[in-house]
């Protein structure tokens, strides 16, 4: 059997940087256990698998597609980048020539278009409440040490904790700090917490002017330390910083190693366009 994938680097016109996913594209059925062990196989954070939906369609015609995303252990319901690469190869390398195209997914439809060089993905917006320091001061701690909190947000439907660093601090500052993510897990006392987002406001002078905010997202509740860029993050940044900032258009930056830039754009019906650029960085056939 071959099938055929590609990994795309997605969130990023640069190869070797952005958030890298695996993309297989499915002719066929393929047996339910076959989809996890391609995806340990691969062990990148995930693995896409974009289906036909029904017999007559057509990678290249087709508008609407079954997607499913796999980490080395397990399905996610929800996954940005990897919906991101999986447009690309079908914009890219399939030449779909639709301007729009739906996944039918476990989180609902979701909806990719082009725009220029980039990708745009119609995602739901997750909105924040604050959050009590004493619940989860352990974990901010572990994560921050003594640095200063400016704001604490908790988003209960995506269980993410937000902890916005001070207005003082340089972006430098959130990209040079070590974390080491595994020891949330046993200062995470509340059950209620599977993501926390590090954000900092960004500066409008200074050689990295005209990127709104920066953060850094760590997940290791679902075994991924640090995570290089995320568009779920944003669902809920996006949000937060709308209201911080009185914007609805933010250009956003993730400060992990390989780093990654978002386009944002708040919908009027209570969704958000999170945009991003992608680089195809190999091609080939799996072959069992």
Not at 2 to 24: E, L, R
Not at 43 to 70: C, M, V
Not at 240 to 247: D, R
């Amino acid at each position: 059997m071959q099938i055929p994938i590609f990994t795309v680097d997605a969130f990023t016109n640069q190869p070797f940087s952005g958030n890298p996913a695996a993309v297989c594209l499915l002719e066929n059925d393929l047996d339910e256990d076959l989809h996890q062990k391609i995806a340990t196989e691969m062990n990148l954070s995930e693995t896409a698998f974009i289906r036909k939906l029904h017999p007559g369609d057509d990678f290249t015609k087709s508008s609407y597609f079954g997607l499913r995303w796999f980490t080395p252990a397990n399905e996610v319901p929800l996954c940005g980048h990897a919906t991101l690469a999986a447009a690309a190869v079908l914009f890219h390398i399939q030449k779909n020539t639709n301007s729009v195209l739906t996944f039918v997914t476990l989180s609902g439809e979701l909806k990719a278009r082009q725009v220029e060089d980039h990708i745009v993905l119609d995602l739901p917006l997750y909105l924040t409440y604050p959050q009590v320091l004493q619940e989860v001061e352990e974990l901010i701690k572990a994560a921050i040490g003594d640095m200063i909190v400016q704001d604490l947000r908790y988003s209960p439907d995506t269980k993410k904790l937000l902890v916005r660093l001070s207005d003082a601090y340089e972006r430098s500052v959130l990209e040079e700090l070590q974390v080491s993510a595994q020891r949330f897990l046993s200062a995470e006392k509340t059950g209620k917490v599977k993501g926390l987002i590090l954000t900092l406001k960004g500066n409008s002078s200074g050689k990295h002017k005209g990127h709104d905010f920066y953060s850094r997202y760590f997940a290791p509740w679902y075994g991924v330390l640090e995570d290089p860029v995320t568009g779920s993050a944003h669902a809920v940044l996006s949000s937060y910083w709308s209201e911080q900032l009185g914007k609805k258009e933010m250009l956003a930056f993730q400060c992990s190693r390989r780093g990654g830039e978002l386009k944002i754009s708040l919908r009027n019906d209570g969704r958000v366009d999170i945009a991003g650029q992608i680089a195809i960085v190999l091609k080939g056939n799996l072959t069992f």
